[in-house]
């Protein structure tokens, strides 16, 4: 079964720098749009961030000019670069489809402490 892996959250202080990576093994779906979705506890899946196999980015409100997605479709990977990061970024970072059709994987978990 396709399931993306995702790695690279921590903790971190607020203002600090985190590059979460993501790679979806046994898919060959480059020409789908790709996302990084954060969940909270008690929450849905909030897309982030999403990438078209073109490159054309798009982001939430709340992290414009702070985050940068980018994909290699030949390895089938996702980055998220996070920067000037605030508490309430705070969550679990999962990769997937946009619109999400795989099964979540185990997720990363970012944590910022103010």
């Known amino acids: 079964q396709v399931q993306p892996v995702e790695s690279g959250g921590g903790l971190v202080q607020a203002g600090g720098s985190l590059r979460l990576s993501c790679v979806i093994a046994?898919?060959?779906?480059?020409?789908?749009?790709m996302g990084w979705y954060r969940q909270t506890p008690g929450e849905q899946h909030e897309l982030v961030a999403s990438?078209?196999?073109?490159?054309?980015?798009n982001y939430g409100d709340s992290v414009k000019g702070r985050f940068t997605i980018s994909r290699d479709n030949a390895k089938n990977t996702v980055s998220l670069q996070m920067n000037s990061l605030k508490s309430e970024d705070t969550g679990v970072y999962y990769c997937?489809?946009?619109?999400?059709?795989?099964?979540w994987g185990q997720g990363t978990q970012v944590t910022v402490s103010s």
């Open positions: 046994g898919s060959s779906r480059s020409v789908n749009t």
């Open positions: 997937n489809f946009f619109p999400a059709f795989l099964s």
């Open positions: 990438i078209r196999s073109g490159g054309i980015t």
